[in-house]
């Protein structure tokens, strides 16, 4: 089998991490420093920042004298070392050997396997930069013949899909184009080298007396002349992921945006282990204070679509009593997932292929658990205590008493007889003596004036009188 | 696009003077003179039907149960947006309804109503909807019932909509709407607005309970010596309504004439103090 390697590169990590929970970024500046003690600098700013002259390199001083506005954070290679880890995990749905390779902020895909799957790797690398973009990360997608091409390939905005094409590549490119230590780069550029190819026809004895072993031996990664086996990287169990939101949000239902490419991200990492979730834990932190929020779902799932529409649903009737500076999501369990077949050969009139949780789900996460209820019968002689509603799990099961009024009154309505007329009766109703609910009725189907039919009933004890109970509807 | 015609006659809003009314997915009423009226044979699928009621109490909701009754016997769902009173299980059990297929939602507010029989509507296909739009708190703009008669038509559902009878002077997306009028002894059905007849037709159903009663008085004694807590009289009705084939109704008209727009005014409520 042919191996292609397709490599992820994330030249904007630390400022992305910043950035992607910024609904604006157009709009307000951000930038990431070093953290260096002594004389902090840019690492790097987006596009808001750049435009008021902000520029990566500058001490952090002058960056805020050029932009008053301009909020700076620290780097947190922690954060960063995280987040490849989540981004490993969401490649695995298109690759079945991933790699991270945290200093370089690259991920590596062996993707040969997949192309007759997912199309060539040249494609894929478009669909996977574009689909990273939707959750706010800027990755450079490069394929090659083995990992250092990719590597190379992704930086230069390459594809190179075999070996025939690396060195027609090879033959081209700068210096520059290669991933050594700039003192190498730089002792081959004081020996007079400016191109790849000048340093491939060297003999490579002389090479690594000169620049060491690790030079020559890179040359041969990258070529393919000796292997590069590339350690593969364990499966995740659980995933928490985070963002800062650098404009304050206040509107619960401005928080989606952020939530969105939580989810995203989540969803994607679920596909990539063959995993669902059935509680997502969502946690926002306030000005002052935080406030939680969990999603249950009635079956493990990962369906975005649906997982987005539920949240929309629940963040209408949740209010939010400050404005939140920090969104996190956690799915702690992940659950073996069968994944629901997707239209093919599935007949829509089938009830079973029609289930009703997703509707459930739905209305219970903006109506609340107790709006959603079905009913059932309870032995009981007494109308009232008769019936009671149910969870839509329990059995329904229930008396036939078809002569019975559709519609039951909550509690039986005193009422003067002389203004009904008399149409069927009586029912007698005697019972609850054993529960302190002792009573006796005789129940009549009675008319008022304007034509409606009513249950009435007159009560001899324990309050004697007549009452409506219900309604022929 | 070649086949763009023939398929934009196929949509469901469109009615051709032409095309037979057998065309039109349909749910039995199970009412046959009803069924005998309403284009197809049948409650609309996939559109909406509005009931206007003026008054609770006249067999509005029992004029629905073979259809609730039919529909969850076939492991259809039926939902039941913010009804008015609890449904009472015994009784609509004992109409033939599976209470596993019931759901009850209930809402706060207007807004939060029309949002849940929407999605009741779209959210499983198949089965039927009901929604009681009334009161002061519903006033469900025309837009508003566009978009339920369109997420009707997404999840092919019966969608039945009761609302008072001010809303006959609004005009309406739904595929019929009906105004339901108590009489004495029957149940007067209007059809305000349907596709593909002609509006104005009425149809009379009977009322359960239709005899007078002795008074309750005498009532009242009698009872002392019949004590059977789940018994009625042999040979009364259920109370939901019943078919309007007894020779007192139809008698007076020929077999075609349910169908026919009836000329007559509603028959006034029988006289009583």
Same mark, same amino acid.
């Given at each position: 089998m042919k191996q292609t390697w397709l490599a992820l590169q994330f030249p904007h990590l630390a400022l992305d991490l910043l950035n992607r929970g910024n609904a604006r970024p157009r709009d307000l500046p951000l930038a990431v420093s070093d953290g260096d003690a002594r004389r902090p600098a840019l690492l790097d700013a987006n596009p808001a920042a750049r435009r008021l002259g902000v520029r990566a390199g500058m001490p952090v001083s002058a960056a805020r004298g050029l932009a008053g506005a301009l909020q700076v954070s620290d780097r947190d290679p922690s954060l960063e070392a995280r987040a490849l880890d989540r981004l490993a995990a969401w490649s695995y749905q298109y690759s079945s050997a991933v790699s991270v390779l945290a200093e370089r902020h690259t991920l590596l895909l062996e993707s040969g396997g997949s192309e007759r799957l997912l199309g060539d790797s040249a494609a894929l690398a478009e669909r996977l930069a574009s689909e990273l973009l939707a959750l706010g990360y800027h990755a450079r997608a490069g394929t090659g013949p083995t990992p250092e091409a990719a590597q190379l390939a992704a930086r230069r905005g390459l594809q190179l899909p075999d070996r025939d094409a690396l060195h027609g590549a090879l033959r081209e490119l700068p210096l520059e184009a290669l991933l050594i230590e700039p003192e190498q780069r730089a002792a081959l550029e004081r020996m007079g080298f400016r191109h790849v190819r000048e340093v491939l026809r060297l003999p490579r004895k002389a090479l690594a007396r000169r620049l060491g072993t690790a030079m020559v031996d890179y040359l041969d990664r990258l070529t393919g002349a000796r292997p590069d086996p590339q350690r593969p990287w364990r499966l995740p169990e659980a995933f928490a992921s985070g963002m800062d939101l650098p404009a304050e949000v206040s509107s619960s239902q401005a928080l989606i945006f952020p939530l969105r490419r939580l989810v995203g991200e989540l969803c994607g990492v679920l596909r990539g282990c063959d995993r669902g979730v059935q509680t997502l834990d969502f946690h926002f932190t306030l000005r002052r204070g935080e406030e939680r929020l969990q999603l249950g779902l009635q079956q493990p799932g990962r369906d975005e679509q649906h997982l987005v529409q539920l949240l929309k649903e629940r963040l209408e009737r949740f209010r939010l009593p400050q404005p939140v500076r920090h969104v996190a999501l956690r799915a702690d369990e992940f659950i073996a997932f069968d994944a629901a077949p997707t239209g093919l050969f599935v007949d829509p009139g089938d009830p079973g292929s029609n289930p009703l949780e997703p509707l459930l789900e739905r209305l219970r996460a903006r109506l609340g658990e107790e709006a959603v209820t079905g009913l059932r019968g309870v032995e009981d002689h007494r109308p009232e205590y008769s019936w009671a509603r149910r969870r839509l799990d329990e059995p329904a099961e229930c008396r036939a008493m078809?002569?019975?009024?559709?519609w039951l009154f909550p509690r039986p309505q005193r009422c003067r007889i002389e203004d009904y007329r008399v149409l069927a009766g009586p029912e007698r109703i005697e019972s609850g003596w054993w529960d302190g609910g002792d009573c006796r009725r005789d129940y009549f189907v009675v008319r008022d004036r304007e034509g409606s039919t009513l249950w009435a009933y007159r009560e001899y004890k324990p309050r004697p009188g007549w009452y409506l109970h219900g309604l022929f509807g | 696009m070649p086949n763009a015609l023939p398929r934009a006659l196929q949509h469901p809003l469109l009615w051709q003077g032409s095309r037979r009314h057998d065309r039109i997915p349909t749910l039995p009423t199970g009412h046959a003179r009803l069924d005998r009226t309403l284009p197809g044979g049948g409650w609309p699928l996939g559109a909406l039907t509005e009931l206007l009621v003026p008054r609770d109490g006249v067999g509005e909701l029992s004029l629905l149960l073979p259809t609730l009754a039919r529909v969850t016997r076939e492991g259809g769902w039926a939902v039941l947006v913010?009804? =008015?009173?609890? =449904?009472?299980p015994p009784a609509i059990h004992g109409q033939g309804i599976d209470l596993e297929r019931l759901v009850m939602v209930s809402t706060q507010d207007a807004k939060a109503s029309l949002w849940a029989c929407e999605q009741a509507l779209r959210g499983v296909r198949g089965g039927v909807v009901l929604s009681w739009l009334r009161g002061r708190r519903h006033r469900a703009g025309f837009a508003h019932l566009r978009r339920l008669q369109l997420a009707a038509r997404s999840g092919r559902k019966g969608a039945f909509l009761f609302r008072g009878p001010e809303a006959a002077g609004q005009s309406t997306p739904a595929a019929l709407r009906l105004h339901l009028e108590a009489g004495e002894r029957d149940l007067h059905l209007t059809l305000l607005k349907c596709r593909g007849t002609h509006q104005g037709v009425r149809v009379r159903l009977h009322r359960a309970h239709g005899a007078p009663c002795p008074a309750p008085e005498a009532a009242g004694r009698r009872s002392a010596a019949s004590a059977r807590p789940d018994s009625h009289p042999p040979g009364r009705p259920s109370d939901g309504l019943s078919e309007g084939s007894s020779g007192r109704h139809s008698g007076t008209r020929s077999g075609k004439a349910s169908t026919q727009p009836d000329t007559r005014g509603p028959v006034p409520p029988a006289g009583h103090a």
């Open positions: 078809p002569h019975r009024p559709v | 913010d009804p =008015p009173w609890t =449904p009472y």
